[in-house]
């Protein structure tokens, strides 16, 4: 007789927004398979020295998190907007997908809307 295993909630997945300090997002296959990710350079071809604040309203009009090195984007961020997961600098791209992939892992997305988080 096989019992049943509860079923995990389903989240939507995590659209996610990669700042100009990061490398293409083929270059995080785990992030990959567990989110929409999109680069602002390659995606949307906006420029590296894109102000902080274009980047951000860009992630609000398409509901994404940004993803970014600058601590500078915690004042951006507001209520019910795009929300911002900062990193430590000098991470690898290795480091960075297992780091971001993990800490996503069984999150809903929705959670992170108008927050920024430093992991």
């Known amino acids: 007789m096989r019992t049943k295993k509860p079923k995990q909630k389903k989240f939507s997945k995590f659209r996610l927004l990669l700042d100009s300090a990061f490398a293409k997002p083929e270059t995080f296959k ?7 990710v999109k680069h602002i350079r390659h995606d949307f071809n ?3 020295a894109t102000a902080d604040e274009e ?3 860009l992630a609000s009009q398409k509901n994404m998190i940004v993803i970014t090195l600058d601590l500078g984007f915690k004042k ?11 990193l430590n600098s000098g991470l690898s791209n290795g ?8 800490f996503i892992s069984g ?3 929705d959670d992170f809307l108008g927050k920024a988080i430093k992991i």
């Open 46 to 48: 906006l420029a590296p």
């Open 95 to 102: 480091e960075i997908d297992t780091i971001i992939s993990n």
């Open 55 to 57: 980047i951000y309203k």
């Open 30 to 36: 785990r992030l990959c398979k567990k989110a929409s």
């Open 76 to 86: 951006l961020v507001k209520r019910k907007a795009a929300g911002a997961l900062i």
């Open 107 to 109: 999150k809903n997305p």
